[in-house]
């Protein structure tokens, strides 16, 4: 079926190093790409997105990259901070309904 | 105003009770969605509201039945569910159902069944 997926559950990464989050997808007609942040025992935080039409986004310190060819999805975040100690999730929108399918998600750990 | 709410936090109820939670926005957005969310997992669309109208349903069970009382108020009322059913419910809304329309969400209610 379709699906978006992570391909590391767990990223671990030192204070002021960069941070790179991978995603898959399979849905090749999907148009929009969204990252979210959940912080325990909050609801996802809308970080950046992505429409199918461009190949990268850039935000602050985050940028987003889109390779439709492979069908994956990146997340780079610069200088991770320990409050970017999160869970990450990729999600897809679907042209209707405003449906967002997520990924199955990955929690980054930012060491001091 | 950016901010989703949810009630209560936190609750815990009996199979055979009823209960309801409730989800309030006052950013002028006319679709509300409903997920579930189970530990260590992502979050699963269960119902999205456009207008006040129900225009998706997942095939959730019938012992959750969500309710669009106004523009800026989602209910979920619980009725006769299972251990399996505990989960972190997230609300969810949108200003409308364009395919662009940035979701912004409640910190959801932690649901324990027991």
């Known amino acids: 079926g379709e699906s978006v997926g992570l391909h590391l559950p767990t990223l671990s990464v030192q204070e002021g190093d960069n941070s790179i989050i991978n995603c898959a997808y399979s849905?090749?007609?999907?148009?929009?790409f969204i990252w979210y942040k959940q912080e325990s025992g909050k609801g996802p935080q809308f970080i950046i997105d992505?429409?199918?039409?461009?190949d990268k986004r850039q935000g602050q310190r985050v940028t987003v990259l889109l390779n439709k060819t492979v069908k994956h999805l990146s997340l780079q975040i610069a200088a991770t901070q320990p409050g970017d100690s999160a869970v990450y999730f990729c999600?897809?929108?679907?042209?209707?309904?405003?449906?967002?399918?997520f990924g199955g998600g990955t929690r980054v750990l930012v060491k001091p | 105003d950016t901010e989703v709410t949810q009630t209560p936090k936190h609750l815990v109820m009996g199979m055979t009770n009823k209960k309801s939670l409730k989800c309030e926005q006052h950013?002028?957005?006319?679709?509300m969605y409903w997920y579930k969310q189970k530990a260590k997992k992502p979050p699963e669309l269960m119902f999205v509201?456009?207008?006040?109208?129900?225009?998706i349903n997942e095939s959730v069970p019938s012992r959750f039945s969500p309710e669009c009382p106004n523009s800026s108020l989602l209910n979920l009322h619980l009725h006769a569910l299972q251990p399996e059913d505990s989960a972190l419910y997230l609300c969810?809304?949108?200003?409308?159902?364009?395919?662009?329309?940035?979701?912004?969400f409640g910190p959801g209610t932690r649901l324990t069944v027991t």
């Open positions: 509201y456009s207008y006040e109208k129900l225009s």
């Open positions: 999600a897809e929108n679907k042209a209707a309904g405003n449906k967002l399918t």
């Open positions: 992505i429409r199918s039409n461009m």
């Open positions: 849905n090749s007609a999907s148009d929009y």
């Open positions: 969810a809304s949108s200003q409308d159902l364009g395919t662009t329309g940035e979701q912004y």
């Open positions: 950013m002028g957005h006319r679709a």
